[in-house]
């Protein structure tokens, strides 16, 4: 049986930045949601169930804040779900907002969130505690050591250079002046991120993600209400999840089932959602992708992972501006993560302007007459994976 | 207006049980200054570092293997300046799977230098600190043909960044 088809009718967005001293935690919830529910025409009385996107506690520094944040979305005598995969939590949050209604059990779904991640006075402590206490703890492993490993292992096996790496962060940070909800919207040099310093290698600063501070949210609705209610939607025509196995060191080594290079459990994911959707061809049917890349290596593997290009082809497809804003297929329009990562919300947002662009809502960053869009959400270790295919 | 801003800190106590397979997998690092992995039967793979069970059949491990002290280098990472550290993931000898450990003994001043000796494939020996504690700072890796002595422990407490 083919499971009901799923719109997305209201979209809203914080102004992202460093820090929003004006607005606590679960004001700043509010915020997304408020913009969502205007942007759909809809009321909190029209909602039939809230699906949370918050990313581990820590970050945050309140435990679990949905607790906090259940005013703030208006749950109260709602259906109410915390959703957390990590990086992935906002990209699951919407696929479970989707998993409401395609069951049939609900007409609106909000799907709200916030971070403020530059609250935290260390964001790589807090996502050490991530690895386990027995056997890898102790070693210096965070979410930016662990991807410098794979710029290495990417290196090694494409080429990958230092160079690459520069290319991204330059187009990202291009399409982010664009953007008025981007975070980092400074246009930068190939020389500026060349010159910045190593994180760690070959991660410098400029190929790393801020810790972002706002709010986001989207509203849900069945084909039956929306047409009921005349409203204006893009389609959920794909879904997809896909998870690869804890230790970072069986994806090294002899008989690996996966190289830590690349994003193979996320190519699994985007089969499955291209499947759904009924896309044979990826390279050819999608117009726009936002793509979760924290750092300008791995929207290399992200982009390998979608399909559109064999493993390692698209460091030359990026030399020839195949994935820039006015190339063949855009990738993060929008600046993506490398330009604004309030963490339990980023996934959401690549989501969210993959909606915005198949609706042709997407202001100045617009992939001119896109109506097929991807987007995709990457948590934990390099772990967990959710993906979407978006139809106007 | 003023805005207020509150300092909060979580420092929290854990004593946490690595249970029967790591205890083992410690216990002789810690006596022996030797590395064991844990073999799945039905794939054959050797696991290091060593656990109870296959994720890939969820079925026990069966046995004890050592495996080292040689491996070559599967990934690395470095930082620079301050404090200058490098570590990432060696595939040691009879292993299937790589382990996680500090490199040592390598000039990491020029960053496009120190990348060259520690490239992936790079041959590399297991070194043991004289005082060990049972925890996998007990042990680090140098480049294989300059083998230094025994040293001092990395300690038992992550190493912060920068």
């Known amino acids: 049986m083919k499971p009901p088809r799923v719109g997305i009718i209201g979209i809203g967005q914080s102004e992202f930045k460093a820090r929003r001293d004006d607005a606590n935690y679960p004001e700043l919830v509010r915020e997304g949601v408020t913009l969502a529910l205007a942007d759909a025409k809809r009321e909190l009385k029209d909602v039939d169930a809230v699906v949370y996107s918050l990313a581990p506690d820590a970050l945050l520094g309140i435990g679990n804040a949905e607790r906090l944040g259940v005013d703030a979305v208006g749950a109260r005598n709602k259906r109410f779900m915390r959703i957390n995969t990590g990086g992935a939590t906002g990209i699951s949050s919407v696929i479970t907002g989707w998993t409401h209604i395609a069951s049939g059990e609900c007409d609106v779904v909000l799907v709200a969130g916030a971070d403020k991640v530059g609250e935290s006075g260390d964001s790589q402590t807090i996502l050490n505690k991530i690895w386990d206490p027995t056997y890898e703890r102790a070693l210096p492993l965070g979410t930016i050591t662990m991807l410098a490993m794979s710029a290495v292992r990417a290196m090694h096996k494409y080429g990958l250079t230092e160079e690459d790496m520069a290319r991204v962060t330059v187009k990202n940070r291009t399409n982010a002046a664009k953007n008025a909800k981007a975070h980092l919207r400074k246009v930068v040099t190939m020389q500026d991120v060349m010159a910045s310093r190593y994180i760690a290698w070959p991660i410098k600063l400029l190929d790393a993600c801020p810790q972002s501070s706002g709010g986001a949210a989207v509203v849900m609705a069945s084909e039956k209400y929306i047409k009921a209610n005349k409203l204006d939607a893009v389609w959920v025509s794909g879904v997809g999840h896909c998870s690869e196995s804890y230790y970072m060191g069986d994806r090294m080594g002899r008989k690996i089932m996966a190289d830590h290079a690349d994003a193979h459990a996320l190519a699994r994911s985007f089969e499955r959602s291209y499947e759904m959707a009924g896309i044979k061809n990826p390279a050819k049917q999608v117009h726009v992708a936002e793509l979760y890349a924290p750092f300008s290596n791995t929207e290399y593997h992200a982009i390998e992972a979608t399909g559109v290009c064999k493993l390692g082809g698209s460091l030359v497809m990026m030399r020839e501006g195949f994935f820039d804003l006015g190339g063949k297929i855009p990738v993060n329009p929008s600046g993506g993560t490398l330009c604004t990562n309030a963490i339990a919300v980023s996934a959401l947002v690549r989501a969210a302007e993959v909606a915005l662009q198949v609706w042709g809502r997407a202001g100045e960053h617009q992939v001119k007459g896109a109506r097929v869009g991807i987007a995709s959400g990457n948590g934990g270790d390099h772990q967990f994976f959710g993906t979407m295919v978006i139809e106007s | ?162």
Do not use: C
């Open chain 2, 1 to 162: 207006m003023e805005l207020i801003k509150r300092k909060e800190s979580w420092n929290i106590g854990y004593d946490h049980a690595l249970g029967e397979t790591a205890s083992y997998f410690f216990a002789q690092v810690r006596d022996n200054a030797q590395i064991y992995g844990r073999r799945d039967p039905k794939s054959g793979r050797v696991l290091v570092p060593p656990r109870a069970f296959s994720d890939q059949t969820l079925e026990p491990t069966t046995d004890w293997v050592k495996v080292g002290p040689g491996g070559r280098i599967e990934a690395f990472t470095k930082t620079l300046p301050n404090p200058p550290y490098a570590f990432g993931y060696v595939l040691l000898d009879g292993a299937d799977t790589a382990i996680g450990g500090f490199f040592r003994g390598i000039d990491l001043s020029d960053p496009a230098k120190a990348a060259k000796q520690l490239a992936i494939g790079t041959r590399v020996s297991t070194r043991f600190a004289d005082e060990r504690k049972g925890s996998v700072l007990d042990f680090w890796f140098e480049l294989e043909g300059k083998r230094g002595k025994g040293g001092k422990s990395g300690g038992d407490t992550a190493v912060g960044y920068e």
